[in-house]
């Protein structure tokens, strides 16, 4: 059975660091990418962070230069990306999930969710 969990939130002072992992068990038939997105209070949820299994990544412009993707594959039914996220902001503050999807195109390209983690960047 397919399984997204999320780790490694918590509150972090504004320049601070913190790192989020997702472990993804089971088999995502169709996979081919594996991303964070959060949502703040009121806001949409949006892609913060991609990778897919060729290692093609992709930011939204308000983390580039601060946060880093990565993946881990260590065999075909577990996969572990990382969130490594620097000089974080008061803005940055939402929950952040983990999804696992077919592409990166577009959030509906990905069918299945984590249940969030929370990030409080205090200022």
């Known amino acids: 059975q397919e399984e997204l969990v999320e780790s490694g939130g918590g509150l972090v002072e504004a320049g601070g660091t913190l790192r989020l992992t997702c472990q993804a068990s089971?088999?995502?038939?169709?996979?081919?990418?594996m991303a964070w997105f959060r949502q703040a209070p009121g806001k949409q949820r949006e892609l913060v962070a991609g990778i897919t299994t060729g290692g093609d990544v992709v930011y939204t412009d308000s983390v580039k230069g601060r946060f880093s993707i990565s993946r881990d594959n260590t065999d075909n039914t577990k996969n572990t990306v990382h969130l490594q996220m620097n000089s974080t902001k008061p803005e940055d503050t939402a929950v952040y999930y983990c999804a696992v999807g077919r592409s990166m195109d577009t959030i509906h390209s990905f069918a299945d969710w984590g249940q969030g983690t929370q990030v409080i960047v205090s200022s």
């Open positions: 089971g088999i995502f038939f169709g996979a081919n990418a």
